[in-house]
T-cell receptor, first 113, second 113 residues
Framework: NAGVMQNPRHLVRRRGQEARLRCSPMKGHSHVYWYRQLPEEGLKFMVYLQKENIIDESGMPKERFSAEFPKEGPSILRIQQVVRGDSAAYFC???????????FGQGTRLTVV | DQQVKQNSPSLSVQEGRISILNCDYT??????FLWYKKYPAEGPTFLISISSIKDKNEDGRFTVFLNKSAKHLSLHIVPSQPGDSAVYFC????????????FGGGTRLMVKP
């Protein structure tokens, strides 16, 4: 049973470009969460999704960031017009239900140059 | 406003001794607490959790203690092993859900042989 798969592991973007981060949850998990870890800080919750629905996006920046979890395929975190401050590690986690512990992927390290 | 705080950024202990990692929280709505272990360039790995109805939970070498009146929890590792060297994150959630998490800033544990 494969774990949570994130790709790419490393992503370099120039300022103003778009970044797309992908997350495939564990088999049988329909709940996906995205977290961001800035350098030397803890992880910060961004968004919680179920298939085709955004459940809670209270941690998402109001502009340039969006997330989806379509009926088929991975969850996508999209960052438009990236800026240097977006450089961070982005972690995806999944759980089988609302109360089960979440399992984390290895993260995508975004560097904006 | 940091709702979960780990005031010690680092801790060094000798192999075989006890490691005690501390965590404080401010939000009285939190009712479920977790500890995660994280190696560099990897995602957090779940270690142990505790519900607010308990004051202690033990799993092998790991024990978590919860003091609700002080809004304080701690993770005890005994005996400590060099492989335990990692960053440890305390996390909290509401509604007894182990997924939408508020993380502390982490404590880097170094276990010396």
């Amino acid at each position: 049973n494969a774990g949570v798969m994130q790709n790419p592991r490393h992503l370099v973007r120039r300022r103003g470009q778009e970044a797309r981060l992908r997350c495939s949850p564990m088999k049988g998990h329909s709940h996906v969460y995205w977290y961001r870890q800035l350098p030397e800080e803890g992880l910060k919750f961004m968004v919680y999704l179920q298939k085709e629905n955004i459940i809670d996006e209270s941690g998402m920046p109001k502009e340039r960031f969006s997330a989806e979890f379509p009926k088929e395929g991975p969850s996508i975190l999209r960052i438009q017009q990236v800026v240097r401050g977006d450089s961070a590690a982005y972690f995806c986690a999944s759980s089988p239900d609302l109360v089960g512990e979440a399992f984390f992927g290895q993260g995508t390290r975004l560097t904006v140059v | 406003d940091q709702q979960v705080k780990q005031n010690s950024p680092s801790l060094s202990v000798q192999e075989g001794r006890i490691s005690i990692l501390n965590c404080d929280y401010t939000n009285s709505m939190f009712d479920y607490f977790l500890w995660y272990k994280k190696y560099p360039a990897e995602g957090p790995t779940f270690l142990i959790s505790i519900s607010s109805i308990k004051d202690k939970n033990e799993d092998g070498r790991f024990t978590v203690f919860l003091n609700k009146s002080a809004k304080h929890l701690s993770l005890h590792i005994v005996p400590s092993q060099p492989g335990d060297s990692a960053v440890y994150f305390c996390a909290a959630s509401r509604n007894n859900a182990g997924n939408m998490l508020t993380f502390g800033g982490g404590t880097r544990l170094m276990v010396k042989p």
